[in-house]
C-alpha cells in the first residue's frame, strides 16, 4: 500500500468506527428542536440566541454546531462571529419533515437490532420485536412508543407523497377511489385528496392502528382489517413502503389480495417503494436503498428491497400481466401494476 493510500484509508477507518455520532448527532439537534427554531426564527441566530430557545446550555451547544456545522448539516451565517443558519439539508430534519423518522434511527429497537448481528445473520432471527415480547411491530411497537413510529412513518408518507403529486401527477387521472394498505392515519391520503380534488379515499390499517387514529380528513374513511384477508374495493390501490416488510410468498399473498380489490378491466395497484440497483453509482439515493435494506434485515424476519427482476417476479406470480417504473426523485419508486 502507497503511503497516500494508507493514510486515505486510516481515515477512512476511523471515519467508519465514528460513523454512528453522525446520526447521533443530527437526532440530539433533532431533540433540541434547532432546525424548528432557525426556521421559526426566520434567519441566523447568534449562540445565546440559539442556546435560550432551544433551553441548553452554550458550551455543549457550541460544540454540538461546530460538528454538525463541519459536516454541511447548519452552517455559519457571517463567519467568524458565531451565527447560525439553516441549509437546504437542516430543513429536512424539521419535526414538519423528516425529523420525526430520524427519532426513530435513534430508538434501541432501530438501533441495536437482533436482525443485523452475525448471530441472526448465521442462524436467522425472528422479527426483532416478536422475538421481544410477541407483540405486533406496527400495531404495539415495543422499546418505543407507537406514536414514536407513527409520526416517522406520517413524516415519511407526507414527504413521499408530496413527490408523487409534483413528480407524477397523471397516476391519479381517472382514479376516483383509492385505498391505502398500511396507510395507518391517513397522511399519504390527506395529501393526495388535497392535490386530486376529485378522489376518494380509504386509509387501511391493522384495527389496532386505525382505533388509535384522530378523526380523518374529509373524503378518508378509515378502515381497520388485514391486507391478508381482504382489501376495501377501490380503483386503485396504494402500498407504500408495505410489500418490504415481507417475504416473497406474503408479498405475492397480499398483491392477490390487492388484485381483487380493483376492477379487472381498469383497475391498478401502485407500489411506492425502493428498486435496488447497486451498480448505479449516479443516482444519489442507492446508498439510502441500501440503509433500507439493512434496516429490513434488522427488524423483519423475511423484508427486504428489492431489484426490479424481483419486482417483476412477485408481480408475474400474484398475476398481473403489466407494470411500469416511475422514478420520482426519492428512495422510493412508484411501480404501477395492471391486472
Ligand atoms: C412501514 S408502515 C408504512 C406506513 C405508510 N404506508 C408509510 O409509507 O409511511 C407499515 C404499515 O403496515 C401496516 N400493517 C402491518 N400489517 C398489516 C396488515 N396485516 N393489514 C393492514 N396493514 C398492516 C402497519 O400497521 C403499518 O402502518
Ligand atoms: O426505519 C424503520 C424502522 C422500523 C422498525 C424499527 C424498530 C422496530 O422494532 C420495528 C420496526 O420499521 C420500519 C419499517 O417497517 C418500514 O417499512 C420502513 C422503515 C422502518
Request: glycine share 8%; charged share 20%.
Amino acid at each position: 500500500m502507497v503511503l497516500d493510500e494508507e493514510v486515505r484509508a486510516r481515515a477512512e477507518a476511523w471515519s467508519n468506527a465514528f460513523g454512528y455520532i453522525k446520526s447521533t448527532a443530527v437526532v440530539c439537534a433533532v431533540e433540541l428542536e434547532l432546525p424548528d427554531i432557525l426556521e421559526n426564527h426566520g434567519g441566523p441566530m447568534s449562540l445565546s440566541q440559539l442556546s435560550a430557545a432551544a433551553n441548553c446550555p452554550a458550551e455543549p451547544l457550541y460544540r454540538l454546531m461546530r460538528f454538525l456545522i463541519f459536516h454541511g448539516i447548519f452552517k455559519k451565517a457571517q463567519p467568524p462571529s458565531v451565527y447560525y443558519a439553516q441549509t437546504p439539508l437542516s430543513r429536512f430534519f424539521a419535526s414538519d419533515k423528516l425529523g420525526a423518522f430520524m427519532l426513530l434511527q435513534s430508538t434501541p429497537a432501530t438501533r441495536n437490532p437482533t436482525g443485523l448481528s452475525a448471530e441472526a445473520l448465521r442462524n436467522g432471527t425472528p422479527l426483532y420485536l416478536r422475538s421481544v415480547n410477541g407483540a405486533d411491530p406496527w400495531g404495539n411497537p415495543a422499546g418505543f412508543g407507537m406514536q414514536v413510529f407513527t409520526d416517522a412513518m406520517t413524516a415519511h408518507a407526507r414527504d413521499t407523497t408530496s413527490l408523487i403529486v409534483r413528480n407524477y401527477p397523471a397516476a391519479f387521472e381517472g382514479v376516483g377511489s383509492v385505498v391505502d394498505v398500511g396507510g395507518r392515519h391517513g397522511m399519504a391520503l390527506g395529501e393526495f385528496v388535497q392535490a386530486f380534488p376529485w378522489l376518494q379515499g380509504i386509509s387501511f390499517d391493522l384495527p389496532e392502528v386505525v382505533a388509535e387514529a384522530p378523526p380523518p380528513r374529509p373524503r378518508i374513511e378509515l378502515v381497520g382489517g388485514s391486507m391478508f384477508e381482504c382489501v376495501p374495493k377501490a380503483d386503485a390501490v396504494i402500498l407504500m413502503w408495505i410489500l418490504h416488510d415481507w417475504g416473497d410468498q406474503d408479498c405475492i399473498e397480499i398483491l392477490k389480495k390487492c388484485k381483487e380489490a380493483i376492477p379487472a378491466g381498469t383497475g391498478k395497484v401502485m407500489i411506492v417503494d425502493a428498486i435496488i440497483d447497486e451498480d448505479d453509482d449516479n443516482d444519489e439515493f442507492t446508498g439510502a436503498r441500501l440503509s433500507l435494506d439493512m434496516i429490513m434485515m434488522a427488524v423483519t424476519t423475511k423484508g427486504k428491497e428489492r431489484t426490479y427482476k424481483e419486482w417483476a417476479y412477485l408481480l408475474k406470480e400474484a398475476g398481473f400481466t403489466t407494470f411500469k417504473v416511475k422514478n420520482i426523485d426519492t428512495v422510493e419508486s412508484v411501480i404501477e401494476a395492471f391486472p
